[in-house]
């Protein structure tokens, strides 16, 4: 079986929802919780590289720090929202499950169930 890893936060009932679909299945996946120990840039650079997608499509648009940090910038590269999201991980969407190579944000939760081996 592929090692899985959940990026989670225990707050979300998104992120719980898709623990406990796992759970449910039998599995057991390693619980990063993001907010405690965020991942670094190339973690992150790693994440969205599996997930098919752009720093912009991880973040959390109605987070407060989002507009403080003025996100919505279109002149803003990669690199930068990476950064505003190393420093501020309460702008990473949840909950994201790593599977391999494969990677599924679970938005819906049943999302992660799509990559399991």
Known sequence: MTNLTLYHNPRCSKSRAALELLQARGLEPTVVRYLDTPPDADALKGV???????????????????????????TLGEDQLIDAMVQHPKLIERPILIAGDKAAIGRPPEKVLEILP
């Open 48 to 74: 969205l590289a599996k997930l098919g997608l752009h720093a912009r499509a991880l973040l959390r648009t109605g987070e407060d720090e989002y507009k403080a940090l003025n996100l919505a910038d279109a």
